[in-house]
């Protein structure tokens, strides 16, 4: 099995990975990115590979099974410290959210077009998943979700009904939360906000930007590739601070989306933004 990975001349183009030289890839994922850089960098270089994902990370090594300078974790990019020392990396990629297996493993249920279990987590030792944040957090919480990861405005409206319908059953299956989303419109941003609450992910992204910066060696590149404004808004803004404290060189004016051809090649290209920036 293996994955398209999205925006591979951009990013090889601002990672600019040469023999020798170690990268850190924080969203493992199946390794596409990962086994383009592994090709730049030779044997004499080194891949530290980092997801969440027992079973992505088992992919991963298969699909890479030829390199054998790549070490690989099951871990969150936020703790990416924990696997190398400040001033180290000559680059990191962030590839984020959720990988094609997800949306199409009917069981992790990323999916509101497929009929499986109301999970969405990364790593599936974390003990809370969507079904328990729908059956268990405060109706206030749960409408806080939709708006601020969904930016849904009726969100405290879906919210009421979610506190109506777990007063008569639990919250077990996709189904159960897409039969009770009147205007279907709203599904993709529904599941895009429990999904990015299961998962912590705008914290994480805090987070791991700044261990990023700390592991960069002087010279040293990062490039991060996001699928929502919420995300790309975060990565900007960052790189922006950075730019005025003199840690950060911007490399992309502008975020870079794909091209025509991968459009038409690798549908699941449309929505990323591709922001790359240089330690001073
Ligand atoms: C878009 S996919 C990466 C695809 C990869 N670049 C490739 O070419 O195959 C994102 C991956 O990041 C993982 N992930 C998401 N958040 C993470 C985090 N905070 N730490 C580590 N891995 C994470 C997901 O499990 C998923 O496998």
Redesign the pocket.
Known sequence: MS?L??LPVEVLELLAPKAGEVFL??????????GLILEKIRKTGKLIG????SR?LEL?QNNLQKFSNLETHQ????DLLKFTSPASLDGI?L?????S??FDDASRGFSFQNLGKLDMR?DSTQPLDAAAILNSFPENEIADIFYKFGEIRSSRKIAKQIVEFRRKQKFRQTEDLVNLIAHPKLLPQVFQALRIRV?S?LE??EQ?LNSAVEALKSGGRIAV?SFHSLEDRIVKNFFREQKKLKILEILTKKAVGPSASELAENPRSRSAKLRGARKF
């Open positions: 994955h990975p999205v890839d924080g969203t493992l994922g199946l390794g596409g990115h990962a980092l997801d969440l994902d992505n991963a871990a969150n990019f936020r990629l590839d984020l959210g959720v990988s297996l997800h990364f998962n992910e994480n992204l791991g590739i």
